[in-house]
C-alpha cells in the first residue's frame, strides 16, 4: 500500500450498509471494519492503488461527533478512462444521485459526481492534479 497521508473521515447513520455500496459500486476494499452488530466503531477502505477513506457510525461519544452523517465531498483518482466509465455505469445501475454526469473536462481528464445512499459526494476522474515543482 502507498503512504497515504490525507484520510477523508466520514460518518453513516448505517456504516455498513455505506461500507457495501462504497465496496460493491466504488471499487473501495475492506481493510479493517470495528464494531458490533450494526455500529461500526472504525473502518478503513482503501482503493486499489492508493488512497483510502475512514468512516463510522454516528456515535455521541466520537470525537467527530458534532459532524451531520451524510455530509462530505470526496474525490477519487481512478486510473484509465476504461475504469472510470465501468464505476460510472456501476453507479447509475445502484441508482447513484448523480450531480454531474460523465464528461471531459477542460483542464484534463474526465469524471463524474454522484452522492452515496446517505448524501457524501463522490467526484470520480482521470486527472491527476498539477505536477509540484519541487524534486
Known amino acids: ?26 471499487g473501495f476494499e475492506e481493510s479493517a471494519v470495528y464494531g458490533e452488530g450494526e455500529r461500526v466503531d472504525h473502518a478503513q477502505l482503501n482503493r486499489p492503488g492508493g488512497g483510502g477513506v475512514m468512516l463510522g457510525s454516528v456515535r455521541e461519544d466520537s470525537s467527530i461527533s458534532q459532524v451531520p452523517a451524510g455530509v462530505g465531498s470526496v474525490y477519487l483518482v481512478i486510473d484509465t478512462e476504461g475504469e472510470l466509465t465501468g464505476i460510472y455505469e456501476r453507479a447509475v445501475a445502484a441508482g447513484a444521485t448523480m450531480t454531474q454526469e460523465l464528461r471531459t473536462e477542460d483542464y484534463g481528464g474526465s469524471g463524474f459526481v ?9 467526484s470520480l476522474g482521470t486527472y491527476r492534479g498539477e505536477e509540484t515543482g519541487g524534486e
Open 1 to 26: 500500500m502507498t503512504n497515504t497521508l490525507v484520510w477523508p473521515a466520514l460518518r453513516y447513520d448505517d456504516a455498513r450498509a455505506a461500507i457495501r455500496w462504497l465496496v460493491d459500486v466504488l
Open 114 to 122: 454522484c452522492r452515496d445512499p446517505e448524501g457524501v459526494h463522490w
